[in-house]
Nanobody, 124 residues
Framework: QVQLVESGGRLVQAGGSLRLSCAASGRTFSSYALGWYRRAPGKELEIVAA????????FYADPVKGRFTISRDNAKNTVYLQMNSLKADDTAVYYC?????????????????WGQGTQVTVST
């Protein structure tokens, strides 16, 4: 089971940028499909972005398309989420997720490992 540790969350003004990082343990990190999810206050967990093992295929939820970028550095066992043009609606706890045996390019939410989450708060 891979261990995931997120960092980078903080209070930021609307329109600003943040980069979240998720460091993973495990020697087979490069084979994992990875994702970022978020849970806003009073709302369900939702996927934000996902990336396949090589970084050659990415997925973005509609609310973040054009503003967020997911990337990975397999040499550093780290996945990133660059968030630009932040809005108040982006306020949430952001979670990193890793699936060692994905079906297709992207991780399955019901399987794999989760980080503890990092709080992002966007002020207006």
């Amino acid at each position: 089971q891979v261990q995931l540790v997120e960092s980078g969350g903080r209070l930021v003004q609307a329109g600003g940028s943040l980069r979240l990082s998720c460091a993973a343990s495990g020697r087979t990190f490069s084979s994992y499909a990875l994702g970022w999810y978020r849970r806003a206050p009073g709302k369900e967990l939702e996927i934000v972005a996902a990336i396949n093992w090589s970084g050659g295929s990415t997925f973005y939820a509609d609310p973040v398309k054009g503003r967020f970028t997911i990337s990975r550095d397999n040499a550093k066992n780290t996945v990133y989420l660059q968030m630009n043009s932040l809005k108040a609606d982006d306020t949430a706890v952001y979670y990193c997720h890793a699936d060692a045996n994905p079906v297709g390019d992207y991780p399955r939410a019901d399987f794999g490992s989760w980080g503890q989450g990092t709080q992002v708060t966007v002020s207006t």
